[in-house]
């Protein structure tokens, strides 16, 4: 199974700045997705990070405030633009080959926006 | 958005005991997955089942799935402390390539 790597693991930023979020898989995959957890909540997913081309934004969320970049096949990166506190959570990276295989997720990256 | 609801939100039981969780869902689904997270980790993928399947076990967990009902269940027995987390189903709909969770079960086994 896929082993993931997010970094950085937490991070405290300041309002307005934006912090980008790497996510590393041991082995090329299909999917990527991106996930924000309020702390003892449910996911919420923000987009699918598609290789070669532009992610796909869930409702509510926009390419401005959370571009993706996808590479290749086993990189992706999140960032949060333009932070305010509304943004602090918790931002985890998952990948899996297809919807019918499991997800393997990286253990979050913990953000406080001040 | 969500589309799986975990009833109970929480639950706590005796270690030994069985647990069992439900999920219920609004729309046609490819599979169901149930997956276990605990606190401050990522999730873990505990099981898949598929629309045209009615049950599975994995070691102490089975699952069951009703499509008529738009639900599933997750029984764990002999529950054990390091069985304490919180429990989440994710469905994918039908022509539809994302996995979304539900609001998720926070279990705490007692000693």
């Known amino acids: 199974s896929a082993v993931i790597s997010q970094k950085p693991s937490r991070d405290i930023c300041q309002r307005g700045t934006s912090l980008t979020i790497q996510c590393q898989v041991d082995?090329?995959?299909?999917?990527m997705f991106w996930y924000r957890q309020q702390p003892g909540q449910s996911l919420t997913l923000i987009a699918t990070?598609?290789?070669?081309?532009?992610?796909?934004?869930e409702s509510g969320f926009v390419i401005d405030k959370f571009p993706i970049s996808r590479p290749n096949l086993t990189f992706s990166t999140l960032t949060v633009s333009n932070m305010s506190p509304e943004d602090s959570s918790i931002y985890l990276c998952?990948?899996?080959?297809?919807?019918?295989?499991?997800?393997?997720f990286g253990n979050g990256t913990r953000l406080t926006v001040t | 958005s969500q589309q799986g609801e975990e009833d109970p939100q929480a639950l706590s039981i005796q270690e030994g005991e069985n647990a069992t969780m439900n999920c219920s869902y609004k729309?046609?689904?490819?599979?169901l997955q149930w997956y276990r997270q605990n606190s401050g980790r990522g999730l873990v993928h505990l099981i898949l089942?598929?629309?045209?399947?009615r049950e599975k076990h994995s070691g102490r967990l089975r699952v069951t799935l009703d499509t008529s009902k738009k639900s599933s269940s997750l029984l764990i027995t002999a529950s054990r402390a390091a069985d304490t987390a919180s429990y989440f189903c994710?469905?994918?709909?039908?022509?539809?390539?994302?996995?979304?969770f539900g609001k998720g079960t926070r279990l705490h086994i007692l000693p």
């Open positions: 998952s990948a899996g080959d297809s919807v019918w295989s499991p997800l393997h």
């Open positions: 082995s090329q995959v299909t999917m």
């Open positions: 089942i598929r629309s045209n399947e």
């Open positions: 990070a598609n290789q070669g081309s532009e992610a796909t934004y």
């Open positions: 729309t046609s689904i490819n599979n």
């Open positions: 994710a469905t994918t709909m039908n022509r539809d390539d994302k996995i979304i």
